[in-house]
């Protein structure tokens, strides 16, 4: 069943062009000239229910633009939304307590209050009864293992820890519909390895349907059998997950902390995209990666490994070059 749908969405922004030098600027206070800029174009898409989507593309890509527009915190300049049958920028209280929204880099959260009272003001907020309250308290504390933070005060937490506690706040009143924009910007690996975990089970045992954005594509890896990637307001691929990693995606990244200022030898066919004297990043392509550290393993004293999925930026230029 679907319960997200746009059709020919685009949102279109106007900015004011500022012109050159302090003359321009003089000028600008008397004779503005705008420009505009197509954020989201022409965008359609569809979510089912249950569903765990991922929403992946480079910077200015206009991924939270698009979410903003499918939450109602902005109007689309034109096409058509429907989320679980609203019309999402008219704000209706039943579409409000069906949803709810995390923005990676913007917090909803208290930061002088502690979290335990931070999550009973928004027990108060949505009027969710006590014994919803405290059950969903209980099932996302134990989930996340954050019983120790109950007492600390917001701005005392880790990013990582408050990211936890953005994510139990927005799930309280049981949403249908999870909205999550950039979760992990900024989260060291284990976080988000830990957010990622969480997420996965949120969708599987309540049922919940997410949107995820992000620039990695780890995430997205991991967590959404179905993604669309977008570039430039538009959509370049939506479908398989794996069938998107296994098309576009031919190289890893790997890193490697070497034990003294060791001047490496570098494989065949793997490209440097770094190199100080005791820290090594390549580019290698995916099917060499375990000979790859085979060889540095073996040959090299080595304090630190790692290999991550390659840039959102290369899979999308390779995109572009195909279609
Ligand atoms: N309020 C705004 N006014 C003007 N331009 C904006 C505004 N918000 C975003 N943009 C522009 O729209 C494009 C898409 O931005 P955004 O949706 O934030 O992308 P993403 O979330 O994928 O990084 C960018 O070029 C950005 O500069
Ligand atoms: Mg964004």
């Not at 999402?88 to 909803?108: C, D």
């Not at 370049?236 to 296994?246: I, K, P, W």
């Not at 004297?277 to 040959?299: Q, R």
């Amino acid at each position: 069943m679907e319960i997200i749908q746009t059709e020919n969405l685009t949102k279109r922004y106007k900015r004011y062009k500022k012109q050159e030098g302090l003359m321009g600027s003089m000028k600008g206070l008397f004779h503005r000239e705008y420009e505009e800029k197509t954020a989201v174009d022409a965008f359609n898409m569809t979510v089912n229910k249950g569903e765990f989507v991922g929403l992946i593309g480079p910077n200015g890509a206009g991924k939270t633009t698009l979410v903003k527009m499918l939450t109602g915190i902005i109007a689309p300049t034109e096409g058509t939304i429907q989320v679980m049958g609203y019309y999402p920028n008219k704000l209706e209280k039943a579409f409000k307590q069906q949803y709810a929204v995390v923005m990676g880099q913007k917090s909803q959260l208290f930061f002088e209050l502690t979290t335990e009272d931070t999550l009973k003001l928004f027990q108060q907020i949505y009027n969710i009864p006590e014994d919803q309250y405290k059950k969903n308290k209980n099932f996302f504390v134990d989930l996340f293992q954050v019983k120790d933070l109950m007492n600390v005060q917001v701005r005392n937490l880790s990013l990582g820890e408050r990211m936890k506690m953005e994510l139990i706040v927005a799930l309280l009143h049981n949403p249908k519909i999870l909205f999550l924009d950039e979760p992990t910007i900024g989260l060291d690996a284990v976080a988000s390895r830990q957010i990622r975990t969480f997420l996965k089970d949120v969708n599987e045992s309540k049922g919940t349907t997410i949107l995820l954005t992000s620039h990695y594509m780890e995430d997205i890896k991991v967590l959404c059998k179905c993604s669309i990637v977008m570039n430039h307001g538009r959509k370049l691929y939506d479908g398989n997950t794996d069938l998107l990693f296994e098309q576009y995606q031919k190289s890893k990244k790997m890193t490697i902390y070497f034990e003294n200022n060791a001047d490496s030898g570098i494989p065949e066919s793997c490209r440097i995209l770094e190199k100080t004297k005791d820290k090594l990043v390549l580019e290698i392509p995916k099917e060499i990666t375990e000979k790859v550290l085979e060889f540095y393993i073996g040959h090299y004293s080595i304090r630190d490994i790692g290999i991550e999925e390659e840039e959102i930026g290369s899979v999308v230029e390779r995109i572009y070059r195909e279609v």
